[in-house]
Nanobody, 127 residues
Framework: VQLQASGGGLVQPGGSLRLSCAASGYTLENYAIGWFRQFPTNEREGVSCINLSDGSTHLGDSEKHRITISWDNSENTLHLQMDSLRPEDTAVYYC?????????????????????WGQGTQVTVSS
């Protein structure tokens, strides 16, 4: 599975960004796919994920009401819509896919469960 993330950039506080992650090389119907971010402090945090096996989604607690995750099956692409961005959202955002999707119900942001990682895309929120 190859994952190609895009859509990062510099945005002002309160602005929006839409990240995309194009997946190729394998059918992901039994996978979970999601977004993680790594802060300048090197701390890593799960943002959101979707289990393509059952369609369930999960959002990290700090992201509710500001983030929408979606999967475009026709384009094999994961999207992350982020609104009301704050300076503390500044991080490198990574997409990742895990083959655990068909073995469990729901989606989980446990980094070690994800087998495949894309390169990151930088998001900087600053005025």
């Amino acid at each position: 599975v190859q994952l190609q993330a895009s859509g990062g950039g510099l945005v002002q506080p309160g602005g929006s960004l839409r990240l995309s992650c194009a997946a190729s090389g394998y059918t992901l119907e039994n996978y979970a796919i999601g977004w993680f971010r790594q802060f300048p402090t090197n701390e890593r945090e799960g943002v959101s994920c979707i289990n393509l096996s059952d369609g369930s989604t999960h959002l990290g607690d700090s992201e509710k009401h500001r983030i929408t995750i979606s999967w475009d099956n026709s384009e094999n692409t994961l999207h992350l819509q982020m609104d009301s961005l704050r300076p503390e959202d500044t991080a490198v955002y990574y997409c990742a896919a895990g083959s655990f999707g068909s073995f469990i119900t729901g989606c989980y942001l446990t980094p070690g469960w994800y087998d495949h990682w894309g390169q990151g895309t930088q998001v900087t929120v600053s005025s």
